[in-house]
Structures are given as structure tokens and as C-alpha cells.
């Protein structure tokens, strides 16, 4: 065979396999009653889109799964039984579930990707009027549809909610959105508290564990976090018409450097306010220490396996009011202040990165 014809021959493969994954992209959904939407489809996610397509994104979502299933081994089981109350499996191999060459389905396995009932979150990103149309037919953890919409308008900023069965993630995705070069951290946030959810099986997750989670999946994958609050008590007992937008430690900064400086000269939060923080009290300081906290529990073979047990008591027993006990005695601490010693310890030293 000459060179030429071999040149042909490659030109027509690259063709074929090139026209597939165009007609494949080309391709309209309709999810939550919003139509014309195209798919992404990975190996946990069905990201579905209108505008530009937000590939960085997908990859983020993939990398905080990654990271979630190395370390809490029930979203593995999860995700291969389609079982919310699935019991944890054996922990595997790393490179089983860290998919460093490509996190997306594969080509020859797209057809049974997209057709079969391949247990998956769906994310979407939409423009603010199907963002509307979405929060009608979605059920909303909280809020009244209208309520919630009227409050998310009022915002100067991108916004997101998640179902109240957490399986599917929406964001206003405008092009100032998509266009920046930080959305895609942001979105690790909510994926690591997605998913986060779906260990703990609780509705009403305490914002130390939910944030301080999305905190550790930006620094993990991304070395920065891009995540701002809002407070929702005032914005509804004052009635306003803009809303007041609570400041994390600093945007796209080091925070373990800022927070061991904090540290070494006392300037701290006590662990019992940190385990009850919320959006009404929120600090930089709080937001700053709430990653600490994690990061802490976290941050050795032997914490992670009590970190596993601290969760699978509060999952079973939803117990908000005495939290700080059962963290406690997860950890092997006599008092909730032997274990505020221990962790402060932990921000002052180089391990805390």
C-alpha cells in the first residue's frame, strides 16, 4: 500500500470517528422541561448544556469524584449499585477509580452510556430563563419555587441549587460564567457537597461539614477557593431587594498560610462555634477554620478512617444537637476541647497545606 492510500485511509478514520462524536454532540435533550439542550456525557455525570460547551467543568466534577471516592468509599458503592443505602465496598486500587487518561465515557461504550440506567448525577447549565423554567419542575429542597427564584434574581452573581433529592445540580451558566477561568473551581465546590450528601444521607447537613467539604475539594483539585455566602435570614426579615454577600478568607489565596499565621498568634475560633456556624454568622475566620476542621479530619490514614465513623453515626442517628459528642468520641477525645487543642496543633504546623 502506497503512502498516499495510507494517508487516505487514516483521513477516513479520523473522519468516521470524528463525524460520530460530532452527530453525538449534535444531539438535543430534554431534561426539567428544558428542551435543546446538548449532553456531556462522563463517568459519573450527565452534564447538559445549551451555549458553551463546559468541558473544565465536566473535569472538574470528575476530579472531586475522583477525590470523594478515594476517600469515602460508599459513593464508589453508590454509584455502581444505584443504591443510595449502599453499603461501602472493599477499598480498591487507586488507579480504579482515578481515571487520570480520560474521565469521559468511552467511544465504543457511548451508545450504552447514554441509553442504559447507568446510575449518574445530572448537572445543568443554563441560561436565567431556564433556570426559572427548571426550578418549577424540579422539587426544591427549601424554599418556595418563587421565593427562591425571586431571591436568586436579586443576586449579582451566578447562582446554583441542587434538587431536593440532591441527584441533579443547576447553575445560572451565563457567559460571564462560562468565560471565567474560576467557575469551574466553584464548581468543585458544590460537587464535593453533592456528593458529600449522598453519604450522609441527611437533609439538613450542617454547614460546617457540607461547606467545609466543598472547601477541601477547591484546595485539592485547584489550590484556591472562589466560594462566597449570602445571608438569607436578612435578606427575608428586612425585605431587601439586593442581597448582602458574605466574604470567605480570601479569593483565590493561600488560606493555610493565612490561617497558620492566625493561629500562632491566637487569633482563633473556638471548635464548638465552628461545628455550629452557619450563613447568619459567618466569618472569614469561620470559613477559614471550617477548611481547617476538614482538612484536619482528614489528613491521615488513621483520621479518615474515623472521619468514616463520625459519619456513619451522625447518618444514623441525625443528631445535630449533640454533634460535637459524637465527633468527639469518633476521634478518641475525651473532651471537645482536648480535640481543639489537637487540631490547632495540626493548623500551626507544615502539615496543614
Known amino acids: 500500500m502506497t503512502l498516499k492510500r495510507i494517508s487516505a485511509l487514516v483521513l477516513a478514520l479520523v473522519y468516521i470517528v470524528v463525524a460520530g462524536v460530532d452527530v453525538r454532540a449534535n444531539e438535543e435533550h430534554s431534561v426539567a422541561g428544558i428542551d435543546g439542550l446538548k449532553l456531556i456525557e462522563t463517568d459519573h455525570y450527565r452534564v447538559y448544556y445549551k451555549n458553551e460547551k463546559p468541558s473544565m467543568h465536566a473535569e472538574a466534577l470528575e476530579a472531586a469524584w475522583d477525590d470523594t471516592a478515594e476517600l469515602l468509599p460508599r459513593i464508589p458503592a453508590i454509584f455502581e449499585t444505584g443504591n443510595l443505602d449502599a453499603e461501602p465496598v472493599q477499598k480498591a486500587p487507586k488507579d480504579k477509580w482515578a481515571k487520570k487518561t480520560s474521565r469521559f465515557a468511552k467511544k465504543d461504550d457511548v451508545e450504552k452510556t447514554v441509553s442504559d440506567d447507568t446510575f449518574k448525577l445530572t448537572v445543568l447549565f443554563l441560561n436565567r430563563a431556564d433556570y426559572r423554567q427548571s426550578a418549577k419542575k424540579l422539587a426544591l429542597p427549601s424554599l418556595p419555587v418563587e421565593e427562591h427564584l425571586a431571591f436568586m434574581e436579586s443576586l449579582d452573581q451566578s447562582s446554583t441549587y441542587t434538587s431536593a433529592d440532591g441527584l441533579t445540580r443547576v447553575y445560572v451558566a451565563d457567559a460571564v460564567f462560562m468565560k471565567s477561568k474560576s467557575s469551574y473551581v466553584g464548581v468543585a465546590h458544590t460537587a464535593g457537597t453533592d456528593l458529600m450528601g449522598l453519604v450522609c444521607g441527611m437533609k439538613n447537613r450542617p454547614f460546617w461539614l457540607n461547606s467545609g467539604y466543598g472547601y477541601y475539594m477547591e484546595f485539592k483539585s485547584h489550590k484556591m477557593s472562589v466560594t462566597s455566602y449570602v445571608d438569607y435570614d436578612a435578606y427575608y426579615a428586612e425585605n431587601k431587594t439586593t442581597v448582602d454577600v458574605k466574604e470567605t478568607l480570601g479569593v ?101 497545606k
Open 252 to 352: 483565590g489565596q493561600p488560606w493555610a498560610a493565612i490561617l497558620r499565621k492566625m493561629a500562632q498568634k491566637a487569633d482563633t475560633v473556638d471548635l464548638f462555634t465552628l461545628l455550629y456556624a452557619n450563613t447568619t454568622n459567618l466569618t472569614p475566620a469561620k470559613c477559614g477554620y471550617i477548611y481547617a476542621l476538614m482538612s484536619y479530619l482528614v489528613s491521615t490514614e488513621n483520621r479518615r478512617t474515623q472521619f468514616l465513623v463520625f459519619l456513619d453515626k451522625f447518618r444514623t442517628e441525625d443528631d445535630q444537637e449533640n454533634m460535637e459528642k459524637l465527633l468527639v468520641e469518633s476521634y478518641g477525645f475525651d473532651t471537645i476541647e482536648a480535640m481543639e487543642k489537637d487540631f490547632y496543633r495540626y493548623v500551626k504546623s507544615s502539615k496543614f
